[in-house]
C-alpha cells in the first residue's frame, strides 16, 4: 500500500494570492494525479502528475492556472494560482503503485477562498 | 471517453436491511472498476475493485459488487446494513490501455448512505 500525506491539510486565501499544495507518498509510485472535489460534488481529475514532465491535463483545466510538478517518484505539487472564490474545493492527491493497482488517496486540502 | 452514473444520490436503508446502490458505466475500451467509500472528512477508501477475472468481487466490510458487462453495471450490495456504514460511496471506472498502466479515474456523482436505527 502507499501513504499520502498533503499539506496544508486546509487554507483559507485571499482572491488573486496562489497556493501550493504538496503531496509526498511514502514509497515510489507509478502514477501520480490530482483531483478536485467541489462542495457537495464528486472528484473530478484535473491532470496527471508526469515525473520529469509537463503533466497532462484534462478537458477544461489548464497549466497557467494549475501548475504542477513531479520532481521525483514520490512528491508532486499543485498550485492554483490566481485564485477566487470558484476555487474553494477540495484538492485530493492519488497514486497507483502500478497496472492493476488500486488508487491510494491523500486526505485532501480544503481551500476556501474569501 | 468514459463516465459513471450512479443511480440515487441518497439510499436510506434499515439497520440490519440489504445495501444496494446502483451505478453504471460507459467505457469505450474494457474498463477497470472500483467503488470507494468517503467518511466525513476523512479521504477515500477502496472498498472493492474489478479489473480481470471474477466479475463477483468481494471487498472490505461485507461489502460485493458483480461486473455485468451485458448490463454495463457494478452495483454494490451488502446483506445487512450496520450503522457505520453511513457515507459517502463513489463507484469509479479507468481503463486499461495497451501500453499498460491504468490512467486517472472517472468517478460517479457518489451516493449518500443513510442508516436508518
Known amino acids: 500500500s502507499a501513504v499520502i500525506s498533503q499539506k496544508p491539510s486546509r487554507d483559507i486565501c485571499q482572491r488573486g494570492t496562489s497556493l501550493t499544495i504538496q503531496c509526498q507518498v511514502d514509497?515510489?509510485?507509478?502514477?501520480m494525479f490530482w483531483y478536485r472535489q467541489q462542495p457537495g460534488q464528486s472528484l473530478t481529475l484535473i491532470a496527471t502528475?508526469?515525473?520529469?514532465?509537463?503533466?497532462?491535463?484534462e478537458s477544461g483545466f489548464v497549466i497557467d492556472k494549475f501548475p504542477i510538478s513531479r520532481p521525483n517518484l514520490t512528491f508532486s505539487t499543485l498550485t492554483v494560482s490566481n485564485m477566487s472564490p470558484e476555487d474553494s474545493s477540495i484538492y485530493l492527491c492519488?497514486?497507483?503503485?502500478?497496472?492493476?493497482?488500486?488508487?491510494?488517496f491523500g486526505q485532501g486540502t480544503r481551500l476556501t477562498v474569501v | 471517453a468514459q463516465s459513471v452514473t450512479q443511480l440515487g444520490s441518497h439510499v436510506s436503508v434499515s439497520e440490519g436491511a440489504l445495501v444496494l446502490l446502483r451505478c453504471n458505466y460507459s467505457?469505450?475500451?474494457?474498463?477497470?472498476l472500483f467503488w470507494y467509500v468517503q467518511y466525513p472528512n476523512q479521504g477515500l477508501q477502496l472498498l472493492l475493485k474489478?479489473?480481470?477475472?471474477?466479475?463477483l468481487v468481494k471487498g472490505i466490510n461485507g461489502f460485493e459488487a458483480e461486473f455485468k458487462k451485458s448490463e454495463t453495471s457494478f452495483h454494490l450490495t451488502k446483506p445487512s446494513a450496520h450503522m457505520s456504514d453511513a457515507a459517502e460511496y463513489f463507484c469509479?471506472?479507468?481503463?486499461?490501455?495497451?501500453?499498460?498502466?491504468?490512467?486517472?479515474?472517472?468517478f460517479g456523482k457518489g451516493t449518500h448512505l443513510i442508516i436508518q436505527p
Open positions: 514509497s515510489q509510485v507509478t502514477m
Open positions: 467505457s469505450s475500451v474494457p474498463p477497470y
Open positions: 502528475a508526469n515525473q520529469g514532465s509537463e503533466a497532462t491535463y
Open positions: 492519488s497514486a497507483t503503485l502500478g497496472k492493476n493497482t488500486e488508487a491510494f
Open positions: 469509479a471506472v479507468s481503463a486499461m490501455y495497451s501500453g499498460g498502466g491504468a490512467d486517472g479515474l472517472t
Open positions: 474489478y479489473t480481470t477475472g471474477a466479475t
